[in-house]
């Protein structure tokens, strides 16, 4: 197959799958409602083009989770070999950010913020559709790898190299909301990810000596806190410090927390601010996953308070809590099996609440189905290993200490405002940090 056939069979393919999502009574339906949770059932054809493409590919439906390519296998017994190959490219495609390096005559060569790795890519359209990008800006990009290659499926934002903090926000961002993207394709990075977790794991067990402590959210940044300094400085921190900083909630309950709901925008702000800033009082878990890594869990001891009570019906929103923690991808199946181990009567009490007759295996399975086909690490540990952490960490704490100078806050100084110095001039022309 030439080149240019299979760029038509790629484009033929992907044309094929866009139809199928709006011509399906099924994936419509679905589709439909997706379009509605992001308020865009009236969408043009140029932004109803440019959601469908995520949709195809992050989307799984039915019983047995099958993504859209799945389904669209199954509801097409006449694809052709060429169109059958191209599917099982296709359904390796991931999204990330990248930084453009070089602008080429088919393509770019793209660098992964997320998972640190050179890419170069081949553009399935020609490359006056991409006049405006330029190396140095940053594009929000799927790829996908066929025949030793990678191709461009799309590219949903670019941003300019002055808005590097939106860039490492919404990276950071990614990295949290999928931590496998950060080593799957790297295995440089999986290496280090897994030694940071073998380490961090003897360091947990000799700081708080178990590998889970309870605490309420008032109290968890402090713990995090304490842990994050021994890793990084091997200063051990006083035990009655950390019993200062364990305290338990007057009353187990489950109820929604509105500070979790945060955009991409504002998330760094919220997550610096940390769990003490939240306006309600809840339970939190900080849990060391010696496989995994490090997870902190609101509502854990909650959770664990269902199946250790006389009744389950006594802890407030128990419903609910069980199927936060079933339904969350941030909670992996290593944590219910670790509740199924704990608690004798955890599945039957789970199957009874939730009206049911899984197995463990099958309750895993439909709702931890990632997890169980392959090992996702903790966002948090992941982090830990993450460049454009690190650089994000240092640009806030640079712009901390440039609020203030000699004791003098100048955080909420106009441009155009009497210097807080004293000296008559304007803060532009005088103590502004110049970047």
Do not use: W
């Amino acid at each position: 197959m030439s080149v240019i056939e299979k760029l038509a069979v790629i484009s033929d393919t992907i044309t094929k799958l866009m139809n199928f999502v709006i011509s399906n009574e099924l994936v419509k339906s679905d589709f439909d409602e997706y379009l509605a949770t992001l308020s865009a059932k009236n969408a043009d054809n140029t932004r109803l083009q440019a959601l469908i493409i995520p949709y195809i590919f992050e989307r799984r439906l039915t019983d047995k989770r099958k993504t859209i390519i799945e389904l669209y296998e199954d509801n097409n017994s006449d694809i052709s070999k060429e169109e059958k190959e191209i599917l099982s490219y296709l359904s390796k495609s991931f999204s990330s950010v990248f930084e453009v390096k070089r602008v080429l005559s088919n393509g770019f060569e793209l660098y992964n913020l997320v998972n640190e790795k050179n890419y170069k890519v081949l553009s399935l359209v020609k490359m006056n559709n991409f006049r405006g990008i330029t190396p140095g800006q940053y594009a929000l990009c799927r790829i996908f790898p066929m025949h030793e290659e990678y191709y461009l499926l799309e590219v949903s934002n670019v941003l300019s190299s002055i808005n590097k903090d939106e860039v490492y926000k919404y990276t950071i961002a990614k990295i949290i909301e999928k931590p496998e993207d950060a080593y799957e394709e790297n295995p440089k990075k999986l290496e280090q990810i897994q030694k940071i977790i073998r380490d961090f794991g003897s360091k947990f067990l000799e700081c708080f000596g178990c590998d889970e402590v309870i605490t309420t959210n008032l109290y968890a940044d402090n713990l995090i806190n304490l842990f994050n300094v021994y890793c990084d400085e091997g200063i051990m921190p006083d035990k009655n410090v950390i019993e200062e900083n364990i305290h338990q909630v007057e009353t187990n309950r489950y109820f929604t927390v509105s500070d979790f709901k945060n955009s991409y925008s504002d998330f760094m702000e919220k997550s610096l601010e940390g769990f003490s800033s939240h306006s309600s009082i809840y339970d939190i878990g900080i849990i060391y996953d010696e496989e995994l890594g490090l997870f902190v869990l609101p509502f854990y001891q909650t959770f664990c308070k269902i199946y250790e009570v006389d009744d389950y019906k006594t802890i407030q929103g128990y419903k609910d809590c069980i199927k936060n923690f079933l339904e969350n991808d941030k909670v992996p199946a290593n944590i219910i099996k670790k509740m199924a181990k704990k608690y004798p009567s955890f599945m039957e009490l789970t199957n009874k609440i939730l009206e049911t007759n899984y197995s463990l295996d099958e309750l895993l399975n439909y709702y931890k189905a990632d997890s169980v086909e392959k090992k996702i690490y903790s966002s948090a540990s992941v982090l830990y290993a993450s460049k454009v952490f690190e650089q994000m960490m240092n640009l806030v704490s640079t712009k901390e200490e440039s609020k203030k100078k000699d004791g003098i806050d100048y955080s909420n100084v106009g441009r155009n405002d009497k210097c807080p110095c004293g000296s008559g001039k304007k803060y532009k022309n005088c103590c502004m940090p110049r970047e």
